[in-house]
């Protein structure tokens, strides 16, 4: 495989001296910063439903998108044309839509190695042909089918990716690197007296496909998504009211994602509109509590060499023992709020503005033995998997789904209970956390992040926690509501 740098040299006659005329022109109309992200992505997407393959595609987008910065002005244009006239022609698009009076000229461009690797894949997986693609959900339809006849009806999604980028910054910089991904989903619905029930698992990463053997096999996400159907079935309606929650290690850190994390990317508070603007340095959580949004895990589906801005990845501590540290920062926020760049910006693809963004956001492991955490808790839930939710950002309120939940009663795990929703607010529940297991784990690749309009792949985790209060919101009659 060539290196991404002689890839669009050979591919698209891409030279240094091109590279500094189409910076040249991006800053022709001023500005203090211009960078140009080129991108050239090969994906595979396949869908097996009622063991038929529903969709096989293969494809190729590609294009460059000209950023100019102007103090908190940003001037963006994009092209999938990667003719010289028509990259020139939106740098120039670029530089008027910020308008700024000229501040810095291009400097010369030199090469800048990405630090790390942390996605050494041998074989890429678009580089292998559909069949051995086709085998992989064809197993996991064979699994989930034969784990109960009560499973109904089978979904099998296969997506990957690879995608190489160049990103050349008027500070003088060129960084490039090659990005493989892959994830493999399953889901399941289960029948029994005219009760249907879903289950849905699977995994990935930057990964090749030998990544689903043995532990990440077909069959083993399969069986796993039929389990969580399967159990539904025999599901009790949820209790409601307020009650001790114990959130299981590995996907749960959803909720840390969505109703923390993003309170904690930088745009939301250079602008004064998160839960956490100006509260660096204060308590903002138990001193059980330490989190870190961390880009540098290998071959984990969030990690990166360099961010879309071309910085290093890094591990950045947002919570320690409580209190705030710092933000999920672009080179946007980052200039603003006079602080260092973390390697958060990201973005979905050349046409898109690059912004802060998580990477792999999880929580670390306390001392707690998760088996005491559970014995501890006379009557409260205790959630697995999360489906839906929503969150404001302003006030960090969130409300959640739990997709597969028990009751615990006199410190035991009973009863799976169905259509128990998490009510709450992000800042709030950390304080609240009264027991941290010594558990950590993170998901298994399947985490999608949106924002503005933009996806980009994410990982989360947190070990087993427990928190002293959340609201629950259930439809069980009142009696069961108070576990009596």
């Given at each position: 495989?060539?290196?991404?740098?002689?890839?669009?040299?050979?591919?698209?006659?891409?030279?240094?001296?091109?590279?500094?005329?189409?910076?040249?022109?991006?800053?022709?109309?001023g500005?203090?910063?211009?960078?140009?992200?080129?991108?050239?992505?090969?994906?595979?997407?396949?869908?097996?439903?009622?063991?038929?393959?529903?969709?096989?595609?293969?494809?190729?987008?590609?294009?460059?998108g000209?950023?100019?910065?102007?103090?908190?002005?940003?001037?963006?244009?994009?092209?999938?044309?990667l003719?010289?006239?028509?990259i020139?022609?939106?740098?120039?698009?670029?530089?008027?839509?910020?308008?700024?009076p000229?501040?810095?000229?291009?400097?010369?461009?030199?090469?800048?190695?990405?630090?790390?690797?942390?996605?050494?894949?041998?074989?890429?997986?678009?580089?292998?042909?559909?069949?051995?693609?086709?085998?992989?959900?064809?197993?996991?339809?064979?699994?989930?089918?034969?784990?109960?006849?009560?499973?109904?009806?089978?979904?099998?999604?296969?997506?990957?990716?690879?995608?190489?980028?160049?990103?050349?910054?008027?500070?003088?910089?060129?960084?490039?690197?090659?990005?493989?991904?892959?994830?493999?989903?399953?889901?399941?619905?289960?029948?029994q007296n005219?009760?249907?029930?879903?289950?849905?698992?699977?995994?990935?990463?930057?990964?090749?496909?030998d990544f689903?053997?043995?532990?990440?096999?077909?069959e083993?996400?399969?069986?796993?998504?039929?389990?969580?159907?399967?159990?539904?079935?025999?599901?009790?309606?949820?209790?409601?009211?307020?009650?001790e929650?114990?959130?299981?290690?590995?996907?749960?850190?959803?909720?840390?994602?969505?109703?923390?994390g993003?309170?904690?990317?930088?745009?939301?508070?250079?602008?004064?509109?998160?839960?956490?603007?100006?509260?660096?340095?204060?308590?903002?959580?138990?001193?059980?509590?330490?989190?870190?949004?961390?880009?540098?895990?290998?071959?984990?589906?969030?990690?990166?060499?360099?961010?879309?801005?071309?910085?290093?990845?890094?591990?950045?501590?947002?919570?320690?023992?409580?209190?705030?540290?710092?933000?999920?920062?672009?080179?946007?926020?980052?200039?603003?709020?006079?602080?260092?760049?973390?390697?958060?910006?990201?973005?979905?693809?050349?046409?898109?503005?690059?912004?802060?963004?998580?990477?792999?956001?999880?929580?670390?492991?306390?001392?707690?033995?998760?088996?005491?955490?559970?014995?501890?808790?006379?009557?409260?839930?205790?959630?697995?998997?999360?489906?839906?939710?929503q969150?404001?950002?302003?006030?960090?309120?969130?409300?959640?789904?739990?997709?597969?939940?028990?009751?615990?009663?006199?410190?035991?795990?009973?009863?799976?209970?169905?259509?128990?929703?998490?009510?709450?607010?992000g800042?709030?529940v950390?304080?609240?956390?009264?027991?941290?297991?010594?558990?950590?784990?993170?998901?298994?690749?399947?985490?999608?992040?949106?924002?503005?309009?933009?996806?980009?792949?994410?990982?989360?985790?947190?070990?087993?926690?427990?928190?002293?209060?959340?609201?629950?919101?259930?439809?069980?009659?009142?009696?069961a509501?108070?576990?009596?």
């Open positions: 495989m060539p290196t991404t740098d002689s890839f669009f040299a050979q591919a698209y006659n891409l030279s240094p001296s091109s590279l500094e005329k189409y910076l040249a022109a991006a800053l022709s109309d500005g203090d910063y211009a960078d140009l992200y080129f991108e050239h992505t090969t994906s595979t997407a396949l869908m097996l439903d009622e063991s038929l393959v529903k969709m096989a595609t293969e494809g190729i987008a590609m294009g460059c000209v950023r100019v910065l102007a103090g908190e002005q940003t001037g963006y244009a994009y092209t999938d044309d003719q010289p006239e028509k020139l022609k939106v740098a120039r698009i670029a530089a008027r839509i910020a308008s700024g000229a501040r810095i000229s291009t400097v010369g461009l030199s090469a800048a190695s990405a630090p790390h690797n942390f996605y050494q894949v041998a074989h890429v997986p678009t580089d292998q042909g559909l069949t051995d693609k086709l085998d992989l959900v064809r197993r996991a339809d064979a699994a989930a089918r034969a784990y109960d006849t009560r499973i109904h009806q089978v979904r099998v999604t296969y997506g990957d990716q690879l995608r190489h980028v160049l990103i050349a910054g008027s500070d003088g910089k060129v960084v490039t690197d090659f990005q493989p991904l892959v994830r493999l989903g399953v889901y399941t619905i289960a029948r005219g009760n249907f029930q879903s289950g849905s698992y699977g995994g990935g990463g930057r990964v090749s496909l689903f053997r043995e532990a990440n096999s077909p083993g996400y399969a069986r796993e998504a039929a389990r969580q159907a399967i159990v539904q079935l025999g599901a009790r309606e949820a209790p409601a009211g307020e009650m929650v114990v959130l299981a290690p590995g996907w749960p850190g959803i909720l840390l994602h969505e109703a923390v993003h309170g904690l990317e930088a745009d939301f508070n250079r602008k004064g509109i998160s839960a956490f603007s100006g509260r660096l340095g204060q308590k903002v959580a138990s001193e059980l509590c330490t989190v870190v949004d961390d880009g540098t895990v290998p071959a984990r589906r969030g990690s990166l060499n360099v961010d879309d801005e071309g910085a290093p990845t890094s591990q950045t501590a947002l919570i320690e023992n409580g209190i705030l540290r710092g933000y999920i920062q672009d080179k946007l926020s980052a200039g603003v709020m006079k602080t260092s760049l973390t390697g958060n910006g990201r973005r979905e693809s050349y046409r898109h503005i690059p912004m802060p963004r998580m990477t792999n956001t999880y929580m670390l492991a306390g001392r707690d033995d998760p088996e005491e955490i559970i014995r501890s808790v006379k009557r409260g839930l205790y959630a697995v998997y999360f489906g839906g939710g969150v404001d950002i302003t006030s960090g309120k969130f409300v959640f789904s739990a997709s597969e939940a028990y009751l615990i009663e006199d410190g035991k795990i009973t009863a799976p209970v169905k259509g128990a929703t998490l009510i709450g607010d800042p709030t950390l304080t609240r956390v009264t027991a941290v297991g010594n558990d950590l784990r993170l998901d298994p690749g399947i985490g999608t992040c949106g924002k503005d309009g933009q996806s980009v792949p994410v990982g989360v985790g947190i070990p087993t926690i427990k928190v002293s209060q959340i609201t629950v919101g259930g439809t069980a009659p009142k009696a509501s108070s576990f009596s």
